[in-house]
């Protein structure tokens, strides 16, 4: 800026100075030789009186240093010369002056030097007698004058450089000193030159618009904390050296990270093997993905890159808990391995038997027992069948018609229909307390009390006893069947409640349980929210309670 | 400039993160192996050596370039120096995570009383080492201090494994050479803890500038 000041400041002051040199030189150079001109006139006309009274000794006796004079006849042949001596001169007859005079009795002329440093001005005049008088001065040509006065010109110069720089410098800084105080943060608030105005208004209105795009930034920002934060799901975001551009409370939780991992290596807050080679699969395949277990439950982890323009931004890392998906598949995948070799059991004896009796090896005698058997196994496989389909029912969980039922109504029905088997094993079966009525599913609360009931008896020692009492209390009822059976040892209690799961496996078979009795039970009392409890111990008896919410 | 040479320490710090990670891999993948009896387990262990050995060359140029073109000073220039020599001593974890799945392999599934005591001693060992990749990664002093202290454990752990093969060898002379293998296995899980504290060593080194008195 004051470069620029200086510079138009000196090239104004330049051109001024060199016009006025022009215009001035011109003018007065112009002037004096108009003056000179009528001198020399005035002093040719004195000398010509002169010389045509007193001839030529008047010319010598003239003592001129100023003007030259030089007499010349009408021939051109020089007769006197004040500065020179006339027999070594040349005919004068060509010179432009001696002709105007000759022939108009005037002339005039203006000769330069050959160096240009000189200019001599003529003036002639014809005496009475045709000879011609001439007078001339030399002077100094404009060139001369003005280069005799280069000393001051530059010395001017100078003084016009020093002047301008200074005021250079001090009109900048006064320009710029109020542009340096301007409050930007409230451009409208400042004084300063009008001509700043329309600046200082684009610059208010900047400030609006990136405030506005601030904050709408920072809702954005906002409404996505607000949702990752609230997700089950982990999400982390990479960005494309791997760093940690944001992380929600889930995954914060899942890797064990604390606040200060934003703008961190991912690494540093998951470095397992599977995670590195993932995140390089990542990177190249643009996806990757892969179960692992962490902090007691299975994840699934999903890492997708995110390309824009061909260009790689980051990475997503998405990581969902899986552990009851797992758990399921796994149930499921031994569920059907169980019902497969449940329903071979009976079908294998039944092949036997079969088997034995077509190759016509069984007696004659023998043949109802065999047929008896092959009877005997294919009901367990209906019963087993039957089983299966009930807990399918409920694993669908479809609406069944609900009604008031009586538990101890069920349960009376129950051990109307065990009193045999009671009877057969030798174990008393004894319904106590109140009517307990539930609004339920009567098939499922029937199939409760049986199972539970039918449980008793099986594991009971001979001479036992089984005793279901229904207890109302005020919003709920209690139904517990105690026995004093060969009872369950406490790592199984979790168990016992599993699909095919039997404490005694030898047993099985001699008990004749299909091993979804409990199954079917667990699933029946959730249908009805209810809550299922186990004591029990070793040899002294099991008591089984359910305890449904009767919501009053 | 200055943003590059940021670039290239951080992606240093992630080199050795990874060698780290590789390195309780595979020590734990060993032990894993021993207890179970897993030979493809072990054999993926030899296999994967030469991983980390390729790791330590990759992480070492690095070093040494970030030596040669940045000339970095004070906390950079410790934090590369303790890089390298951290790098050696995992180098040597996978090295003795690699003998011990050899030594499975000739094992061959062979079991015998004493193997629970080398298992608690194998467990203690990988806490270490995931604890002293942990301090490098949290730059974390306390951390690797504990770590050092944990060296005790092992080597106590060490001299109880030798007393029970030498009753071993003392009642079964037949057993001799198997006593033998166990011994080694605990031998090279004491050497993994000793390199474990010295990475917790370095930890402390690259952040404070000094070593801890041990």
């Not at chain 1, 969902?320 to 004896?349: C, G, M, W, Y």
């Given at each position: 800026?004051?470069?620029?000041?200086?510079?138009?400041?000196?090239?104004?002051?330049?051109?001024v100075?060199?016009?006025?040199?022009v215009?001035?030189?011109?003018?007065?150079?112009?002037?004096?030789?108009?003056?000179?001109e009528?001198?020399?006139?005035?002093?040719?006309?004195?000398a010509?009186?002169?010389?045509?009274?007193?001839?030529?000794?008047?010319?010598?006796?003239?003592?001129?240093?100023?003007?030259?004079?030089?007499w010349?006849?009408?021939?051109?042949?020089?007769?006197?010369?004040?500065?020179?001596d006339?027999?070594?001169?040349?005919?004068?007859?060509?010179?432009?002056?001696?002709?105007?005079?000759?022939?108009?009795?005037?002339?005039?002329?203006?000769?330069q030097?050959?160096?240009?440093?000189?200019?001599?001005?003529?003036?002639?005049t014809?005496?009475?007698?045709?000879?011609?008088?001439?007078?001339?001065?030399?002077?100094?040509?404009?060139?001369?004058l003005?280069?005799?006065m280069?000393?001051?010109?530059?010395?001017?110069?100078?003084?016009?450089l020093?002047?301008?720089?200074?005021?250079?410098n001090?009109?900048?800084r006064?320009?710029v000193?109020?542009?340096?105080?301007?409050?930007?943060?409230?451009?409208?608030?400042?004084e300063?030159?009008?001509?700043?105005?329309?600046?200082?208004?684009?610059?208010?209105?900047?400030?609006?618009?990136?405030?506005?795009?601030?904050?709408?930034?920072?809702?954005?920002?906002?409404?996505?904390?607000?949702?990752?934060?609230?997700?089950?799901?982990?999400?982390?975001?990479?960005?494309?050296?791997?760093?940690?551009?944001?992380?929600?409370?889930?995954?914060?939780?899942?890797?064990?990270?604390?606040k200060?991992?934003?703008?961190?290596?991912?690494?540093?807050?998951?470095?397992?093997?599977?995670?590195?080679?993932?995140?390089?699969?990542?990177?190249?395949?643009?996806?990757a993905?892969?179960?692992?277990?962490?902090?007691?439950?299975?994840?699934?982890?999903d890492?997708?890159?995110?390309?824009?323009?061909?260009?790689?931004?980051?990475?997503?890392?998405l990581?969902?808990?899986?552990?009851?998906?797992?758990?399921?598949?796994?149930?499921?995948r031994?569920?059907?391995?169980?019902?497969?070799?449940?329903?071979?059991?009976?079908l294998?004896?039944?092949?036997?038997?079969?088997?034995?009796?077509?190759?016509?090896?069984?007696?004659?005698?023998?043949?109802?027992?065999?047929v008896?058997?092959?009877?005997?196994?294919?009901?367990?496989?209906?019963?087993?069948?039957?089983?299966?389909?009930?807990?399918?029912?409920?694993?669908?969980?479809?609406?069944m018609?609900?009604?008031?039922?009586?538990?101890?109504?069920?349960?009376?029905?129950v051990c109307?229909?065990?009193?045999d088997?009671?009877?057969?094993?030798g174990?008393?079966?004894?319904?106590?307390?109140?009517?307990?009525?539930?609004?339920?599913?009567?098939?499922?609360?029937?199939?409760?009390?049986?199972?539970?009931?039918?449980?008793?008896?099986?594991?009971?020692?001979?001479?036992?006893?089984?005793?279901?009492t229904?207890?109302?209390?005020?919003g709920?009822i209690?139904?517990?069947?105690?026995?004093?059976?060969?009872?369950?040892?406490?790592?199984?209690?979790?168990?016992?409640?599993?699909?095919?799961?039997?404490v005694?496996?030898?047993?099985?078979?001699?008990?004749?349980?299909?091993?979804?009795?409990?199954?079917?039970?667990?699933?029946a009392v959730?249908?009805?929210?209810?809550?299922?409890?186990?004591e029990?111990?070793?040899n002294?008896?099991?008591?089984i309670?359910?305890?449904?919410?009767?919501?009053? | 400039?200055?943003?590059?040479f940021?670039?290239?320490?951080?992606?240093?710090?992630?080199?050795?993160?990874?060698?780290?990670s590789?390195?309780e891999?595979?020590?734990?993948?060993?032990?894993?192996?021993?207890?179970?009896?897993?030979?493809?387990l072990?054999?993926?262990?030899?296999?994967?050596?030469?991983?980390?050995?390729?790791?330590?060359?990759?992480?070492?140029?690095?070093?040494?370039?970030?030596?040669?073109?940045?000339?970095?000073?004070?906390?950079?220039?410790?934090?590369?120096?303790?890089?390298?020599?951290?790098?050696?001593?995992?180098?040597?974890?996978?090295?003795?995570?690699?003998?011990?799945?050899?030594?499975?392999?000739?094992?061959n599934?062979?079991?015998?009383e004493?193997?629970e005591?080398?298992?608690e001693?194998?467990?203690?060992?990988?806490?270490?080492?995931?604890?002293?990749?942990?301090?490098?990664?949290k730059?974390?002093?306390?951390?690797a201090?504990?770590?050092?202290?944990?060296?005790?454990?092992?080597?106590?752990y060490?001299?109880?494994?030798?007393?029970?093969?030498?009753?071993?060898?003392?009642?079964?002379?037949?057993?001799?050479?198997?006593?033998?293998?166990?011994?080694?296995?605990?031998?090279?899980?004491?050497?993994?803890?000793?390199?474990?504290?010295?990475?917790?060593?370095?930890?402390?080194?690259?952040?404070?500038?000094?070593?801890?008195?041990?």
């Amino acid at each position: 800026m004051t470069s620029k000041i200086f510079k138009s400041i000196l090239s104004v002051a330049i051109a001024v100075l060199l016009a006025s040199l022009v215009i001035i030189t011109g003018v007065l150079y112009q002037y004096f030789g108009t003056m000179q001109e009528s001198q020399l006139k005035d002093e040719l006309s004195l000398a010509a009186k002169a010389t045509q009274q007193l001839g030529e000794s008047y010319l010598q006796n003239l003592d001129s240093d100023r003007y030259r004079l030089t007499w010349v006849d009408d021939d051109g042949t020089v007769i006197f010369d004040s500065h020179a001596d006339a027999a070594t001169m040349e005919n004068h007859a060509g010179r432009e002056e001696i002709r105007e005079a000759l022939v108009s009795g005037t002339g005039s002329s203006t000769r330069q030097s050959s160096t240009l440093t000189e200019q001599t001005i003529y003036e002639a005049t014809r005496l009475e007698d045709g000879s011609v008088l001439r007078i001339s001065v030399s002077r100094a040509t404009a060139l001369v004058l003005v280069f005799g006065m280069l000393q001051p010109i530059i010395i001017v110069l100078v003084i016009a450089l020093l002047l301008s720089s200074w005021l250079a410098n001090r009109m900048a800084r006064r320009v710029v000193e109020p542009l340096n105080r301007l409050n930007l943060e409230n451009p409208m608030e400042n004084e300063a030159y009008e001509e700043l105005s329309p600046l200082l208004h684009r610059i208010h209105a900047q400030h609006l618009e990136i405030n506005s795009q601030m904050r709408e930034l920072q809702h954005k920002q906002d409404e996505f904390d607000q949702i990752t934060g609230n997700m089950k799901e982990a999400l982390v975001l990479l960005d494309n050296t791997g760093r940690i551009l944001s992380i929600n409370t889930a995954a914060r939780m899942l890797f064990g990270a604390g606040k200060a991992c934003i703008g961190e290596d991912f690494l540093t807050i998951d470095r397992k093997h599977n995670m590195c080679l993932a995140l390089q699969e990542a990177y190249v395949n643009e996806h990757a993905g892969f179960r692992d277990s962490k902090n007691g439950r299975e994840y699934q982890f999903d890492l997708n890159r995110i390309d824009s323009d061909g260009n790689n931004h980051g990475m997503v890392i998405l990581a969902f808990d899986i552990t009851e998906q797992v758990n399921a598949e796994k149930h499921r995948r031994e569920f059907t391995a169980n019902v497969s070799h449940e329903l071979k059991t009976p079908l294998q004896s039944i092949i036997g038997s079969a088997e034995l009796m077509e190759n016509g090896i069984v007696k004659e005698e023998d043949v109802p027992r065999f047929v008896g058997h092959i009877r005997q196994e294919a009901s367990r496989l209906v019963y087993l069948i039957d089983d299966i389909i009930r807990l399918s029912q409920l694993d669908e969980g479809a609406e069944m018609p609900r009604e008031d039922v009586s538990l101890k109504v069920i349960a009376d029905e129950v051990c109307a229909n065990l009193a045999d088997a009671a009877r057969l094993k030798g174990v008393s079966l004894e319904v106590t307390g109140d009517d307990g009525v539930v609004n339920g599913v009567r098939r499922l609360l029937y199939e409760i009390v049986y199972n539970l009931c039918d449980n008793a008896i099986k594991y009971n020692n001979p001479g036992g006893r089984v005793r279901v009492t229904v207890a109302g209390k005020p919003g709920e009822i209690l139904l517990s069947v105690q026995d004093t059976g060969i009872g369950i040892s406490p790592e199984h209690h979790d168990k016992v409640f599993e699909r095919f799961y039997r404490v005694d496996k030898s047993h099985s078979k001699q008990s004749g349980g299909t091993g979804l009795g409990l199954s079917i039970v667990k699933h029946a009392v959730q249908y009805h929210h209810g809550k299922i409890t186990v004591e029990s111990e070793p040899n002294k008896g099991t008591t089984i309670s359910v305890l449904f919410d009767t919501g009053a | 400039m200055r943003n590059r040479f940021d670039e290239q320490l951080f992606e240093l710090n992630r080199e050795i993160i990874e060698m780290g990670s590789m390195c309780e891999d595979a020590i734990a993948s060993a032990s894993k192996a021993l207890s179970t009896g897993d030979m493809e387990l072990a054999a993926k262990v030899c296999e994967n050596g030469s991983a980390i050995d390729r790791m330590e060359r990759d992480i070492e140029d690095r070093c040494m370039k970030l030596l040669l073109h940045q000339q970095p000073v004070a906390r950079d220039l410790r934090l590369i120096s303790a890089a390298l020599k951290m790098i050696t001593d995992m180098e040597r974890i996978g090295d003795q995570a690699e003998d011990i799945a050899e030594i499975v392999t000739f094992l061959n599934g062979h079991t015998m009383e004493g193997m629970e005591m080398i298992e608690e001693m194998a467990h203690e060992t990988i806490k270490m080492v995931t604890a002293s990749v942990d301090a490098f990664v949290k730059k974390d002093i306390e951390l690797a201090k504990k770590v050092i202290a944990r060296d005790d454990v092992v080597d106590d752990y060490f001299s109880r494994v030798k007393c029970g093969i030498i009753t071993l060898i003392a009642e079964n002379h037949a057993d001799g050479e198997f006593a033998l293998d166990l011994l080694m296995i605990a031998k090279y899980l004491e050497r993994i803890g000793d390199h474990a504290t010295n990475i917790a060593g370095w930890v402390i080194y690259s952040m404070t500038g000094t070593h801890k008195e041990v």
